[in-house]
């Protein structure tokens, strides 16, 4: 082979492997292992914020993160779609778009405006658990989720967020550390998503407790709801119910 052919031949095997380098930018670093999360993080804003940041190590970060969310969906049983967005993209502005487009998905005729994360349906699941576990009513169960969201729409106490309500002081009986259990996080899930389609404008989303309904009590065995902390008139379930 004539020095020639040999120094190209070269050239392309260096082109090739800085390609190859540069598409492997976004993935985990050699050497490192995802092994745990934290629940009570959104990863999905994580992701974004290292994807906007756009930097080397800002996207390895966020391929991290990548990895714990999909860990996340897998442990707790949760009904998002996991993601390859940083294994899989090469372009930052790419991978910008691909996830604000997860985030907040283009509808045909009017884009919604999401109210809720992921981890505010794992808050309100793992409430139920404590405040409602034992109860065989559904429909029960979905108040409290209502009662809560009823709460951060009116400010109350001054809360304007799920997780500002749930952990306020001497309100509900909330522990971060509580099981997450199926069953209640589809329903929290479900009454989310009928309360963001509500926020968003749409009417007869299925809302099983009128909105000025900020207070309840239960016995193990039934919940009872009502509008001041001193009234002693309770909701009698009249709402027609998608359950």
Same mark, same amino acid.
């Given at each position: 082979?004539?020095?020639?052919? #040999?120094?190209?031949?070269? @050239? !392309? $095997?260096?082109?090739?492997?800085?390609?190859?380098?540069?598409?492997?930018?976004? +993935? &985990?670093?050699?050497?490192?292992?995802?092994?745990?999360?934290?629940?009570?993080?959104?990863?999905?804003?994580?992701?974004?914020?290292?994807?906007?940041?756009?930097?080397?190590?800002?996207?390895?970060?966020?391929?991290?993160?990548?990895?714990?969310?999909?860990?996340?969906?897998?442990?707790?049983?949760?009904?998002?779609?996991?993601?390859?967005?940083?294994?899989?993209?090469n372009d930052v502005?790419?991978?910008?778009?691909?996830?604000?487009?997860?985030?907040?998905?283009k509808k045909a005729?009017?884009?919604?405006?999401?109210?809720? #994360?992921?981890?505010?349906? @794992? !808050? $309100?699941?793992?409430?139920?658990?404590?405040?409602?576990?034992?109860?065989?009513? +559904? &429909?029960?169960?979905?108040?409290?989720?209502?009662?809560?969201?009823?709460?951060?729409?009116?400010?109350?106490?001054?809360?304007?967020?799920?997780?500002?309500?749930?952990?306020?002081?001497?309100?509900?009986?909330?522990?971060?550390?509580?099981?997450?259990?199926?069953?209640?996080?589809?329903?929290?899930?479900?009454?989310?998503?009928?309360?963001?389609?509500?926020?968003?404008?749409?009417?007869?989303?299925?809302?099983?407790?009128?909105?000025?309904?900020?207070?309840?009590?239960?016995?193990?065995?039934?919940?009872?709801?009502?509008?001041?902390?001193?009234?002693?008139?309770?909701?009698?379930?009249?709402?027609?119910?998608?359950?």
């Amino acid at each position: 082979m004539t020095f020639k052919k #040999t120094a190209k031949v070269l @050239v !392309m $095997l260096v082109l090739v492997m800085a390609t190859m380098l540069s598409m492997c930018a976004f +993935k &985990i670093p050699d050497g490192v292992s995802v092994t745990g999360y934290d629940p009570n993080v959104d990863y999905m804003a994580k992701m974004r914020d290292c994807a906007k940041d756009g930097s080397d190590s800002a996207l390895k970060m966020g391929a991290i993160y990548e990895e714990q969310r999909n860990q996340k969906i897998d442990d707790l049983g949760m009904s998002y779609k996991k993601t390859t967005f940083f294994v899989s993209t090469n372009d930052v502005k790419e991978l910008v778009s691909k996830i604000d487009d997860y985030i907040s998905p283009k509808k045909a005729e009017t884009e919604l405006k999401y109210y809720f #994360t992921e981890d505010d349906a @794992v !808050m $309100l699941a793992k409430l139920l658990f404590r405040e409602c576990g034992g109860v065989n009513s +559904k &429909i029960e169960q979905a108040c409290v989720v209502w009662t809560v969201l009823n709460r951060v729409d009116c400010k109350y106490d001054g809360c304007t967020t799920i997780a500002s309500v749930v952990t306020a002081p001497k309100q509900f009986d909330y522990s971060s550390g509580t099981t997450v259990r199926q069953d209640l996080y589809d329903l929290a899930y479900d009454v989310l998503t009928r309360w963001n389609l509500e926020k968003n404008g749409q009417t007869d989303v299925g809302r099983v407790l009128p909105s000025n309904y900020l207070f309840f009590h239960g016995d193990g065995r039934h919940n009872y709801f009502k509008t001041s902390e001193r009234s002693s008139s309770y909701w009698d379930y009249s709402l027609p119910s998608p359950y």
